[in-house]
């Protein structure tokens, strides 16, 4: 189906998601032979140049960053700037386009996305709050508010919009680019460094999740979840002895009872799967068991004590 415009738009989608921008731009240029009457190819047009408006802003102002520029440098400069204004107002108006053919609110956030990149802060607002109004539940209003209001320098107001955005999120990427934009902003939230090492844990992003278990650990000592959770990654690391290293650091810090036995079923969990399941366990597992009976039996749990057993 070599002619399929339905498919080579979807292609477009893709090669924009991959960084091959030019590639994308290529396939607009053959859809518009096949079928310029496309609804959607205005859109796709709009995505484009909003890529290439990125990717101008971005080289843009790593240039102007630059203390000192040579003559070339200048040069480039200039051209991003152009490119810069040229790719925005291509891109609004194709979304605008796009709205009047009565494209949704995912235009609107597009729309308000291009404003942004382009440092037009009024714009872009306006078209998020107008979002807001409209869809209350959108996390991707309530991101690029909090993004307007980082650039205008108010990070409370940021860390507002970011965290209500992540508290209404469902998009395992957008959470994650969330939780770690709001800890990065606010290294003090234990709640969401939390959040953004289970995000991880789900991802089977270990090593991430232990860096933000250890960050939890440090904000939280008496927090047995962030033990239990940083030894869940060393198992599936098969780095057992780190695991079992964290767990009995929890059991030293934790006063609770309850809190006690969940990090020694931690340590049969970890021992277990570190011998085998199905083996016997070391005198580390069986420890464990006993010390977890002994709470249970003080408990008034008697049964699960004796299961322990």
Do not use: C
Not at 87 to 111: F, H, M, N, P, Q
Not at 119 to 127: M, N, S
């Amino acid at each position: 189906r070599p002619n399929d415009a339905g498919v080579m738009l979807k292609l477009v989608g893709v090669d924009l998601a991959m960084d091959q921008v030019d590639q994308a731009g290529e396939l607009i240029a053959a859809i518009r032979q096949v079928d310029p009457g496309n609804a959607k190819l205005t859109i796709a047009e709009g995505d484009v140049a909003y890529a290439r408006l990125t990717r101008a802003v971005r080289e843009r102002d790593t240039l102007a960053n630059r203390t000192s520029r040579s003559e070339a440098e200048e040069k480039a400069l200039t051209i991003f700037k152009q490119q810069a204004v040229d790719y925005y107002a291509t891109t609004v108006a194709r979304y605008e386009d796009g709205l009047k053919s009565g494209g949704g609110l995912d235009l609107d956030i597009k729309l308000g996305n291009a404003h942004l990149a382009m440092g037009k802060l009024a714009d872009a607002e306006r078209e998020y709050h107008s979002v807001i109004v409209r869809s209350p539940y959108r996390a991707d209003a309530y991101e690029g508010m909090g993004n307007v209001y980082l650039a205008k320098g108010q990070t409370t107001d940021a860390l507002t919009q970011l965290r209500t955005a992540l508290s209404r999120s469902f998009d395992t990427q957008q959470r994650e680019r969330l939780a770690a934009k709001i800890v990065s902003l606010d290294p003090t939230d234990a709640d969401t460094v939390s959040r953004l090492a289970r995000i991880y844990a789900e991802q089977y992003k270990w090593s991430a999740a232990v860096r933000e278990y250890a960050k939890l650990i440090e904000l939280k000592p008496t927090m047995e979840d962030a033990y239990l959770g940083i030894a869940e990654a060393y198992r599936w690391r098969t780095e057992y002895y780190s695991a079992l290293d964290y767990l009995k650091r929890g059991l030293a810090r934790v006063d609770r009872d309850a809190a006690k036995v969940k990090l020694y079923d931690g340590i049969v969990t970890t021992v277990q799967t570190s011998v085998g399941q199905g083996k016997p366990l070391t005198s580390v597992g069986l420890d464990a068991l006993v010390e977890s009976a002994k709470i249970q039996l003080a408990r008034g749990n008697a049964s699960d004590a004796l299961a322990r057993l």
